[in-house]
């Protein structure tokens, strides 16, 4: 008889290669079925079927792994090291970098969803953005006025503008990433003629 933990432990295996090679796969092909993931993460359809009631269900979750992925990288960037500037450059890059891993997946990231679940699904970056501007903020290095909420948001949203003109052709990945450094130090920094 087979143990309540390893069947839990079964099916989170299940669960995770699912997921897996949803992220692989969408990334190549963000039209494939659930048939086609079953094939690729070698299960039945029916094993997908039961980990995730819909296809819908399973594109939320796969934009989910995917915020994971991102907030992982951003960990990575050593964001309370030196400067706040280079640490919030280093930040959006890294999330970037990992952003682009798989770019079909960012379209996914940007399908509409009710503002308290996009809310919560941008969280986790939204706060190691907000701890870098706190430090910046504290430090004089960024502009204490504005509320820290519209700072993030305002982070937040020219990385997607960023994101849309790059998908959308009119603008390189080297030119838009220059662009939203520069804008950002621009809209962060405090000015000086104030007193």
Do not use: C, N
């Amino acid at each position: 008889m087979i143990s309540p933990q390893r069947r839990r432990a079964d099916a989170e295996r299940s669960r995770t290669a699912v997921l897996d090679a949803a992220v692989q796969l969408l990334g190549e092909r963000p039209d494939a079925g659930m048939a086609a993931i079953a094939t690729a993460a070698g299960v039945t359809r029916q094993t997908v079927y039961a980990h995730f009631s819909s296809r819908d269900d399973l594109l939320t979750a796969v934009v989910d792994r995917m915020t994971e992925k991102v907030a992982e990288a951003m960990d990575a960037a050593s964001a309370d090291e030196g400067p706040a500037p280079d640490a919030l450059l280093r930040l959006l890059d890294a999330a970037w970098g990992a952003a682009e891993t798989y770019p079909a997946l960012v379209r996914l990231g940007a399908r509409p969803a009710p503002p308290e679940e996009d809310r919560a699904r941008h969280r986790p970056i939204a706060d190691r953005i907000a701890r870098v501007l706190q430090r910046g903020r504290d430090g004089g290095e960024f502009d204490p006025e504005p509320a820290l909420s519209w700072q993030v948001a305002a982070v937040i949203a020219l990385s997607h503008a960023t994101g849309e003109e790059i998908r959308d052709g009119r603008m390189s990945a080297t030119d838009a990433t220059a662009a939203l450094h520069s804008g950002l130090l621009r809209l962060l920094t405090p000015d000086p003629g104030k007193p």
